[in-house]
Nanobody, 125 residues
Framework: QVQLVESGGGLVQAGGSLRLSCAASERTFSVYAVGWFRQAPGKEREFVAAISASGSMTYYVDSVKGRFTISRDNAKNTMYLQMNSLKPEDTAVYYC??????????????????WGQGTQVTVSS
């Protein structure tokens, strides 16, 4: 069972940048597709981005396209989310998740078996 730990959250002004990291406990990290989700106060958790196990496929929700970039370094068992041009509406707890389907880059939460505890991102206006 893979354990995921997010880091890199914090407080940033609108227009600023943050890079989130998601470190996995297993050397088999490279077989999992991974994704980022977020949950804003009073709202349901929503999909943000995903990347396949090999890194060859990525997918983003429309609201972050052109601003966020998902990537991974399988040698370091780590996934990243580079967030640029941040907006107050990006404020949320960000979660990383892993799917045993190596090719999966979709948005269905049920396809992700493993989840981290989340990291808070706050964007001030």
């Amino acid at each position: 069972q893979v354990q995921l730990v997010e880091s890199g959250g914090g407080l940033v002004q609108a227009g600023g940048s943050l890079r989130l990291s998601c470190a996995a406990s297993e050397r088999t990290f490279s077989v999992y597709a991974v994704g980022w989700f977020r949950q804003a106060p009073g709202k349901e958790r929503e999909f943000v981005a995903a990347i396949s196990a090999s890194g060859s496929m990525t997918y983003y929700v429309d609201s972050v396209k052109g601003r966020f970039t998902i990537s991974r370094d399988n040698a370091k068992n780590t996934m990243y989310l580079q967030m640029n041009s941040l907006k107050p509406e990006d404020t949320a707890v960000y979660y990383c998740a892993a799917s045993v389907k190596s090719w999966y880059t979709g948005s269905y939460e049920r396809e992700y078996a493993y989840w981290g505890q989340g990291t808070q991102v706050t964007v001030s206006s």
